[in-house]
């Protein structure tokens, strides 16, 4: 599975940006996907998550009521609409796949997209 981030840049606070991850390969047994972020000094965290099958979401408390994760399963594309950025948002943001294959689940990884929010 190939994974590959777009949509990053520079915004000021209270702007928005929309992230993209488009997904190549085999997706058949696809889980999830979702969105982490990584500031510098800090640990990876989860932003959000959006299952396969029925498409359920899941927030960080931190992003809840601005962000909203979507996916197009026909195009094999997910987004990440991101409003009312803060500073606290600025991070590498980087999409997720989680692929079943027999009786283990497997993490793939794009290469990440950087996101600056500036006061």
């Known amino acids: 599975v190939q994974l590959v981030e777009s949509g990053g840049g520079l915004v000021q606070v209270g702007g928005s940006l929309r992230l993209s991850c488009a997904a190549s390969g085999s997706t058949i047994n696809l889980i999830s996907m979702g969105w982490f972020r990584q500031a510098p000094g800090k640990q990876r965290e989860l932003v959000a998550t959006?299952?396969?099958?029925?498409?359920?979401?899941n927030y960080a408390d931190s992003v809840k009521g601005r962000f909203t994760i979507s996916r197009d399963n026909a195009k094999n594309v997910m987004y990440l609409q991101m409003n009312n950025l803060n500073p606290e948002d600025t991070a590498v943001y980087y999409c997720?796949?989680?692929?079943?294959?027999?009786?283990?689940?497997?993490?793939?990884w794009g290469q990440g997209t950087q996101v600056t929010v500036s006061s």
């Open positions: 997720n796949a989680r692929i079943a294959l027999l009786i283990h689940n497997y993490d793939y």
């Open positions: 959006i299952t396969s099958s029925s498409g359920t979401t």
